[in-house]
Nanobody, 124 residues
Framework: QVQLVESGGGLVQAGGSLRLSCVAS????????VGWFRRAPGKEREFVAG????????SYADSVKGRFSISRDNAKNTVYLQMNSLKPEDTAVYSC?????????????????WGQGIQVTVSS
């Protein structure tokens, strides 16, 4: 079992920045990948960014490329999502998820472990 706990959400003005954290526990993460997903009101859950723990390979949704950055800290067993140049359309509940390193990063259903989610609100 992998337990995931997110933090760092909140309210920010458009153009501002936030950093989300996802602390993992329960397993050694070297054989996993971690993804960030978001769900806006009335919309489907969507992939935001992902990282393969073993080698740090990253992937991003087109909507956040150049603005968001995902990274991991091995010592702290933590994955970060740095969000810059935030837009009102980034408003959503953000969740981190963990799954086997071999899964397709963008498909939420392939991740068996999920955090509780955290609200990010960007005001215009």
């Amino acid at each position: 079992q992998v337990q995931l706990v997110e933090s760092g959400g909140g309210l920010v003005q458009a153009g501002g920045s936030l950093r989300l954290s996802c602390v993992a526990s329960g397993r050694t993460m070297s054989s996993y990948r971690v993804g960030w997903f978001r769900r806006a009101p009335g919309k489907e859950r969507e992939f935001v960014a992902g990282i393969r723990w073993s080698d740090g390979t990253t992937s991003y949704a087109d909507s956040v490329k150049g603005r968001f950055s995902i990274s991991r800290d091995n010592a702290k067993n933590t994955v970060y999502l740095q969000m810059n140049s935030l837009k009102p359309e980034d408003t959503a509940v953000y969740s981190c998820a963990a799954g086997s390193a071999g899964i397709t990063a963008t498909i939420g259903q392939m991740y068996p472990y999920w955090g509780q989610g955290i609200q990010v609100t960007v005001s215009s």
